[in-house]
């Protein structure tokens, strides 16, 4: 059997990382991911990140550090629901485990959940993209430059008021400040 011999002062082949060091080298080169999809008028019109666009820029890093991603579907729910004209809207439930495999053949796992429905046969499949997208989203700690859910908060929720202590305070010192002896 042949053997290899290194010269003095040559340096070995390195051994391919971990697993979670390559999931951590992926983290360091991924840049931010924009949201350039926008989902129709009558749903909002806002802006997302397509799914498409998150796995072509985690692609080339998974090639480059030897990372596969790889489900494995662990629970499967199905219901139905009828929609606003009659029809048929089918709703999948999916628990997913994502197994990343490294160069050197070790494992991480990610579950996650993802749903879909459809009033054809594209439940299933609005699933797993459901549950992929979170699952990467979360696991790569996807962003942009722009803050998130925070920024698109409807105007009830994004509204500031004072503490309720603080507003009973005030409704108080308005009462002292009106003068209602004519009232009286």
Known sequence: ????EYLEGEMMPEEPPAV?????SILADLGPIA???VAPGNMGGYKFRRVEDITAALKPLFAKYGVLC???VMQRVESQRATAKGGVMFCVDLEICF???????????ANV???GTDSGDKATQKAVTSAFKTMLSVVFCISDS???AEAHDVPETALR???PKARIERCKQLILECDLTDWI
Do not use: C, I, Y
Not at 1 to 4: E, G, N, Q, R, S
Not at 20 to 24: Q, T, Y
């Open 1 to 4: 059997m042949p053997t290899l």
């Open 20 to 24: 979670h060091e390559a999931v951590a």
């Open 161 to 163: 008021r004072p503490a």
């Open 70 to 72: 790889l489900p494995n």
């Open 99 to 109: 197994r990343f495999v490294g160069p050197q053949g070790d494992e991480l796992a």
């Open 146 to 148: 722009e803050s998130d």
């Open 35 to 37: 949201k350039d999809g």
């Open 113 to 115: 959940w993802g749903q």
